[in-house]
């Protein structure tokens, strides 16, 4: 049974007038037969009762030729709508597909995070240097003893090391090492 009312011109009323159509129309059939293969699903009976007339002429079809109807060709219009839709979501995601194959700027997920992963490494690294090198600097910027700039290094290095892997740890899974 389907669930959509069905308009009027294109529908019996009910199995009754559907099968005293088939018995006007010289198709021989019996109440009890029809009534049976209307319950196995040919003709469907739609939630109101109602009957196909084209399901109708296919069955008394079928009686003629002495042979079961073709179901395959017969849907209903719920299934139709469905496959439709269906089919309109496949073609949209194959567009959607094609568009990011074709689209210079569009990265993979993996590949996007290596090269984020890259770039936070280069960056890391820049830095190192960066500190590395000024360190006497900072260590006479702040009145000390030039000495012990590796130790103002070793300070400022565990620090960007903490920043990176609390960043890191959000999206991707990293620790930096010596």
Known sequence: MTDKTPPADEFFVNRKEAHDWLV???FKVSSGKFYGDCKKGFPAINADKSVSK???AVYGQGLRNDQAPDLSALQTSDDVHRKAKADAKIAE???DRMEREE???WL???VAW???ASLLGRVREAIRHQQHTASPEMVVAVGGQVARAPELFELLEGCVDR?????AGEKIEMTWEE
């Open 24 to 26: 006007e129309n010289a």
């Open 54 to 56: 084209y399901q109708v």
């Open 93 to 95: 995601m194959r567009a």
């Open 103 to 105: 689209d210079d700027l």
């Open 108 to 110: 993979h997920a993996d």
């Open 114 to 116: 290596s090269a984020v």
């Open 163 to 167: 920043a990176y892997n609390e960043v």
